[in-house]
């Protein structure tokens, strides 16, 4: 049987449910993604004065064939994007710039710094997002930004922020979509802090100063990104979750949920129905933590289903920002970001061909019977078959094609650098 006749097939299976297949795939098609360049090189980024990871990150692996220059990492996401339904964004760190050789400290950073940047989101039609970079950096060596004692230390990356969304803004109103400009910081002690509330208050200062300026929501949005730990800041994170919650209920702003960024079983799922209960939007930063904040690359597994379902059962395509954040340098950086964004979007139409009000409606009804045992039918529903055609329509490789391309980009390209 052809792609089309399963497809055929699937839409009567479906329709038994009042699914309507084509509108499911009219859905998808409309739903951006924002892939992260950083998966390409590793966080390297292209600063004159590259300075080494740090921030309590870490990127494990040394596959051969990573992007070391701009054009290399837009090839190679050029290639990864060839090979993903639909049409997505790019997510870029301020340490992405491009100076012509000339060494910019991130405070002196401008929209021109990213003009390639732009040049090729006009060129390829996508979105782009933006996060200021407050790790790998002299000045970020003791693990502290926003909330440093040192006010010159915090004035550099008060001013780093300042011109993150100046730059966020210049995306939006180039492109013509508005920009998430993301603001994360490592920020926290290894050991047990003696007080929580000064640094606290100071990262509240900071964000005060940085957003003093409204930017039109046409152009520009801004988000805060809150961690549990991270490596050498595993007893205290001075911008925890309910840090940030306080801070963006109260000023506006879209709080950031990493996925890989809570406790083990915390999921990210149950938090994103109360959380829309009380702001407009929100967004996500989709990762697969591994014992910890692993940056792992994203599976279809039962908390991406459950995020995606999360998403579309309550009606808020328009309302959750999709980021990805995993990077991983043991195995083919195109390779990674095609299997974790195919994933994400595979989730997704998943989540749309499921009798959501139906069940619902089971559930109100204390149909607890119905309802588990239809879940669990429709994990076996002919989802395969939607999702091949729609891989075909969207010009893209249907099913596990998409690795050969990738293996024959590695020879012809990968492999010599
Ligand atoms: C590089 C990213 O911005 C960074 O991973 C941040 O989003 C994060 O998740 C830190 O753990
Ligand atoms: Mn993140």
Request: charged residues 25%; hydrophobic residues 35%.
């Amino acid at each position: 049987m052809s792609v089309k006749q399963q497809y055929e097939s699937a839409k009567q299976a479906y329709s038994k449910w009042g699914i309507d297949v084509d509108a499911a795939l009219d859905t998808l098609k409309s739903v951006p993604i924002s892939i992260h360049c950083w998966q390409g090189d590793d966080i390297g980024g292209f600063e004159v004065n590259k300075s080494e990871l740090s921030g309590g990150i870490d990127v494990t692996g040394n596959y051969p064939g990573k992007a070391t220059t701009p054009e290399e990492l837009r090839a190679d996401l050029e290639k990864a994007l060839s090979l993903i339904p639909g049409t997505h964004r790019v997510n870029l760190h301020a340490l992405y710039a491009e100076t012509n050789g000339e060494a910019v400290d991130r405070d002196q950073l401008k929209p021109e710094h990213f003009e390639n940047w732009v040049n090729w989101a006009k060129e390829h039609g996508l979105g782009l997002d933006f996060n200021p970079t407050l790790f790998s950096h002299e000045k970020a060596a003791d693990g502290l930004t926003l909330s440093h004692p040192d006010e010159d230390i915090r004035r550099f990356w008060i001013d780093h922020c300042i011109a993150s969304r100046k730059i966020g803004e210049h995306f939006g109103r180039e492109l013509g979509t508005p920009c998430l400009t993301n603001v994360w910081i490592p920020d926290g002690y290894k050991d047990i802090p003696s007080d929580r509330l000064t640094p606290r208050k100071r990262l509240k200062e900071s964000l005060d100063e940085i957003f003093a300026e409204d930017i039109d929501e046409q152009y520009h949005l801004d988000a805060v990104e809150s961690k549990v730990f991270g490596i050498g800041s595993e007893s205290y994170v001075v911008g925890s979750h309910e840090f940030y919650l306080g801070y963006a209920l109260k000023n506006n702003k879209l709080c950031l949920l990493d996925t890989g960024h809570y406790h083990p079983t915390e999921t990210v799922s149950n938090k994103i129905s109360s959380m829309l209960l009380y702001s407009d939007k929100l967004a996500l930063h989709v990762s697969r933590p591994v014992r910890w904040d692993s940056d792992h690359v994203v599976i279809l597994d039962d908390e991406l289903r459950e995020i995606a379902l999360e998403i579309v059962r309550n009606d808020a395509l328009g309302k959750v920002i999709i980021g990805l954040d995993f990077f991983d340098a043991s195995i083919n950086r195109v390779a990674a970001w095609t299997i974790g964004t195919r994933n994400m979007v595979k989730a997704l139409l998943y989540a749309l061909l499921v009798p959501n009000d139906h069940l619902k409606q089971l559930q109100e009804e204390g149909n607890f019977t119905d309802r588990l045992a239809l879940m669990e039918e429709f994990k076996t529903y002919p989802f395969g078959a939607v999702w091949d055609y729609y891989c075909e329509q969207m010009n893209v490789p249907v099913q596990e094609a998409w690795l050969n391309e990738v293996k024959e980009y590695e020879k012809a390209v990968l492999s010599k650098r």
